[in-house]
């Protein structure tokens, strides 16, 4: 039997195991990416805020209306929330 994930407008079905597999690329990455997703021409980049006991309480993220981004603009902003969340995670302890 193959089980599929809930999905939004804008997004393919997935199976559980493509979910998983993208799962682990956004924790190696460090940020993750709604490719319109949720919303046509909407873009996300975002990064979690690390708490006390590397808690997640929060993120940081960008939003771009826009029909495309490419990797190298979202590499760029992935780096960007990352270095915001870092410094904000900081100042959290």
Do not use: F
């Amino acid at each position: 039997m193959r089980r599929t994930v809930q999905h939004r407008p804008g997004v393919l079905a997935r199976t559980v195991k493509e979910l998983v597999t993208e799962l682990a690329g956004i924790q190696r990455l460090g940020y993750a990416v709604d490719r319109q997703e949720l919303n046509l021409g909407v873009w996300c980049v975002a990064a979690p805020i690390l708490g006390v006991r590397q808690t997640q309480p929060a993120a940081v993220s960008v939003s771009a209306c826009r029909p495309h981004l490419d990797a190298a603009e979202e590499e760029r902003l992935g780096e960007l929330v990352i270095a915001a969340a870092s410094r904000i995670s900081d100042r959290l302890g």
